[in-house]
């Protein structure tokens, strides 16, 4: 639902006094948006989802810091969410578009529709996932999200590789089951 510059700086004021009902209106006008300067930056839409969960924490935590007077709204937002692209980007290491063709075919922000549904099952997934305890919610990442082996993972989180693959069967059983499938 789009929002106007002033409805957009009265939100942002109301997220500052902790205002939840605000914060839902500023990210429902701002998400598709942000998505995609995230997704331009990173090139991948697994990061961008996460840097995007992070920029609205951000967004939550410094509202009070906005000044009207300065930027418009969506310019500090923007800003918000390139720099938290920017340091993910430094932090790991991209994948070139010779090597991933795929990233080619991600929507653009003229056809917002074609990523929100895209959008709901990652906010399905993370929902699913934060149900998860701690340390098996860290096994699920460190093997899908980051690429590293069953072996890896007992090394880094002194395990036996058995309780790792077990923990790892189990969690994946419970998200699938979260998730209705």
């Known amino acids: 639902m789009p929002l106007s510059r002033e409805q957009l700086i009265e939100a942002l004021g109301r997220v500052a006094q902790g205002d939840q009902a605000a914060f839902k209106a500023v990210y429902a006008a ?5 998505y995609g300067i995230v997704v331009r930056i990173l090139g991948r839409r697994d ?3 996460e840097v995007l969960q992070e920029v609205y924490v951000r967004v939550w935590q410094s509202a009070a810091d906005y000044d009207p007077v300065t930027s418009s709204p969506i310019t500090w937002l ?12 430094k932090r790991k ?8 063709p795929q990233l080619l075919q991600l929507p653009s922000d003229d056809d917002p ?13 993370y929902a699913c996932l934060n149900e998860l305890e701690r340390e098996k919610k860290e096994i699920v990442l460190l ?15 002194n395990r036996p590789v058995p309780t790792v693959k077990t923990w790892l069967r189990r969690s994946l059983e419970q998200i699938k089951s979260c998730l209705g499938q």
């Open 30 to 34: 701002t998400s598709l948006k942000l």
């Open 143 to 157: 093997a899908y999200h980051y690429g590293l082996t069953r072996e890896e993972i007992a090394r880094r989180l």
């Open 113 to 125: 529709a074609a990523s929100y549904e895209e959008m709901e099952q990652t906010r399905r997934l």
């Open 47 to 49: 990061l961008a989802d």
């Open 78 to 89: 923007a800003t918000i969410a390139r720099n938290r692209a920017l340091d993910e980007a």
């Open 93 to 100: 290491s991209m994948v070139s578009l010779e090597e991933s």
